[in-house]
């Protein structure tokens, strides 16, 4: 199957992803990270890539989401500042997902 990709982050994060090649939303807020989720689902996103900080901000929607059989799937990675306290790095995800070090 073929899904498009969303991009929920900060502005630096959201940079980086659009510099290859997927669209988003920039968010500082649950107001405006949940504007964004509802964004991507309108516009048929699969995957919704979302930093760990604005996940958390929206966490009954993320929760919603994820205990349900619709999509889009989300994933999430570790912002600008780095990951949560108790979280991998994503460099640390990807090395698992692939086995490359990064």
């Known amino acids: 199957m073929n899904y498009r ?3 929920i982050a900060d502005e630096d994060t959201l940079l980086g992803f659009r510099c290859a090649g997927l669209s988003g939303r920039a968010a500082t807020n649950r107001l405006e990270a949940v504007e964004a989720l509802k964004e ?6 699969g995957i919704v890539i979302v930093t760990e900080e604005l996940a958390a901000l929206m966490e009954a929607e993320v929760s ?8 889009p799937m989300l ?8 990951p949560l306290p108790g979280r991998r790095s994503l460099a640390e995800v990807i090395r ?5 070090k990064v």
Do not use: C, M, T, W
Request: charged share 25%.
């Open 96 to 100: 698992e997902a692939i086995g490359v």
């Open 40 to 45: 991507a689902r309108e516009k048929n996103a």
């Open 5 to 7: 990709y969303f991009v």
């Open 75 to 82: 994933v999430e990675i570790p912002g600008a500042q780095g």
């Open 64 to 71: 919603a989401l994820r205990f349900s059989d619709e999509l």
